[in-house]
C-alpha cells in the first residue's frame, strides 16, 4: 500500500466514524435544533468519507463500500478520538470543537499538496466543513466558563493530537491554546472501535455479496 492510499484511507475512516459517532445523537440531542445540527453534520462527514474512500480505491482496485465495511476493525487507521464513545453532551461538544480545529489543520496542508487530485478534493471539503466549524465554535464560546467543557477538551487533547502528524501538531496547539502532550496514536484503537464496527456493518455482513 502506497503513502497516499494510507493517508487518503487514514482520514476516510476519521470521517466515518466521527460521523457515526455524531449520528447517535440524533433524536437524544438537548434540542431540536441539535437533532437537526448533528443529523447533517454526520451525513457530512460520510460523504467525505466516501469522497475519500473513492479516490483510495481507484488506487487499491476496490470500491468504496468495500473499504468502508468490509475490513476488520483492527485494519481500519482512525484515530482513536474519534472512536470514542461518549454519553455525555460536554465530551461531544469538546470532541467536536478538537475535531474540527485538527481537521481544518490537516486540510490546510492537503490544499497544499503537489498531487492535484488530493488538493482540489480537500479545497471542496473545505467549503463544505464551513458549517461544522461555526457550529463547534459557537458551542465552544458557549460553554467556555462550564468546568466539565474545560474537562473534557482537556481529557481529549492528547486523543486530539493524535488525529495529526507530528509535524501539525504545534499549530493545533496554537489554535485551540493548549500546550503540546503525548498524543494518542492512530494504530492504538480503543474498545469502543470494536463494538461500533459491528453495529455498523452489522447488515452488510448479513447478506455477504448482495447487491444492494
Known amino acids: 500500500m502506497s503513502a497516499r492510499s494510507d493517508l487518503l484511507l487514514s482520514i476516510a475512516d476519521d470521517e466515518l466514524i466521527v460521523g457515526w459517532r455524531d449520528s447517535e445523537w440524533t433524536g437524544i440531542a438537548p434540542t431540536l435544533e441539535e437533532d437537526v445540527a448533528f443529523s447533517s453534520i454526520a451525513q457530512n462527514e460520510i460523504g467525505h468519507a466516501r469522497a475519500l474512500y473513492e479516490l483510495a480505491a481507484a488506487e487499491l482496485g476496490t470500491n468504496a463500500d468495500a473499504l468502508a465495511f468490509d475490513r476488520a ?9 474519534v472512536e470514542l464513545h461518549l454519553l455525555e453532551w460536554a465530551h461531544t461538544i469538546a470532541r467536536r470543537y478538537l475535531y474540527e480545529e485538527a481537521d481544518r489543520v490537516r486540510i490546510d496542508a492537503l490544499m497544499r499538496s503537489d498531487d492535484p487530485e488530493l488538493a482540489g478534493l480537500a479545497a471542496k471539503i473545505d467549503r463544505e466543513e464551513t458549517y461544522h466549524r461555526m457550529h463547534a465554535e ?3 464560546e458557549r460553554l467556555r466558563d462550564e468546568p466539565r467543557f474545560r474537562a473534557a477538551v482537556e481529557e481529549l487533547w492528547p486523543y486530539a493530537l493524535g488525529v495529526l502528524e507530528p509535524e501539525l501538531r ?3 496547539a496554537r489554535r485551540v491554546g493548549l500546550e503540546p502532550a503525548t498524543a494518542k496514536e492512530r494504530g492504538e484503537h480503543t474498545p ?6 459491528n453495529e455498523m456493518t452489522e447488515v452488510r455482513r448479513s447478506e455477504p455479496g448482495a447487491e444492494w
Do not use: F, H, T, V
Not at 192 to 197: K, V
Open 170 to 172: 504545534p499549530e493545533l
Open 138 to 140: 459557537m458551542w465552544a
Open 192 to 197: 469502543d472501535l470494536a463494538e461500533l464496527w
Open 73 to 81: 476493525p483492527d485494519e481500519y487507521r482512525c484515530a482513536p478520538l
